[in-house]
């Protein structure tokens, strides 16, 4: 088990450019999350995906920032057009909600983090 | 406002030596309590999960309480190693919440440890 890959981990980009960042859940998790961590912060969530569904983006940008989870392939977080203040590390979790069992119990798997830096 | 705090926000000790950090939360309906182990340029990796009727859980040289009437938490790490130098971070979950991801995390202790 391969845990949570994320990639590409270090990305450069110029200003107006476009960020990619993909994260594979880990087998058997259908529930993806993404996070952005700020030097020096904490974790701030972003965007909660289920396959094909985007069930929470309250945390998420309204302009520039978009994410996805198809039915086949990785969870995808788009930058569009970036600024300098949208460097930061990018961290993708997964987990896996058994039936039944509470939300709020369940444990997330952290991939390594993609870490945007715009020039 | 759901909210968690951490203490201290960094600490320095020798290796050999131990350390207790601090969590205090104010999430409520509280189901329960995780902290996780973030080391320099990684993901963060959970050490221990604690539920409302827990009171003390070890993991290796690293022990959680937790005082679910006070709100409070802690993580001692026992012995500590140059490996222990990481950010520790507390992380708190409402039962009222729908969404796993979008539990209260608190900001972390930097834990450094020198030789």
Known sequence: NAGVMQNPRHLVRRRGQEARLRCSPMKGHSHVYWYRQLPEEGLKFMVYLQKENIIDESGMPKERFSAEFPKEGPSILRIQQVVRGDSAAYFCASSHIPAGEKVGANVLTFGAGSRLTVL | ?115
Not at chain 2, 76 to 91: G, K, N, R
């Open chain 2, 1 to 115: 406002k759901n909210q968690v705090e951490q203490s201290p926000q960094s600490l320095i000790i020798l290796e050999g030596k131990n350390c207790t950090l601090q969590c205090n939360y104010t999430v409520s309906p509280f189901s329960n309590l995780r902290w996780y182990k973030q080391d320099t340029g990684r993901g963060p990796v959970s050490l221990t999960i604690m539920t409302f009727s827990e009171n003390t859980k070890s993991n290796g040289r690293y022990t959680a309480t937790l005082d679910a009437d006070t709100k409070q938490s802690s993580l001692h790490i026992t012995a500590s190693q140059l490996s222990d130098s990481a950010s520790y971070i507390c992380v708190v979950s409402s039962t009222f919440q729908t969404n796993a991801g979008k539990s209260t995390f608190g900001d972390g202790t930097t834990l450094t440890v020198k030789p």
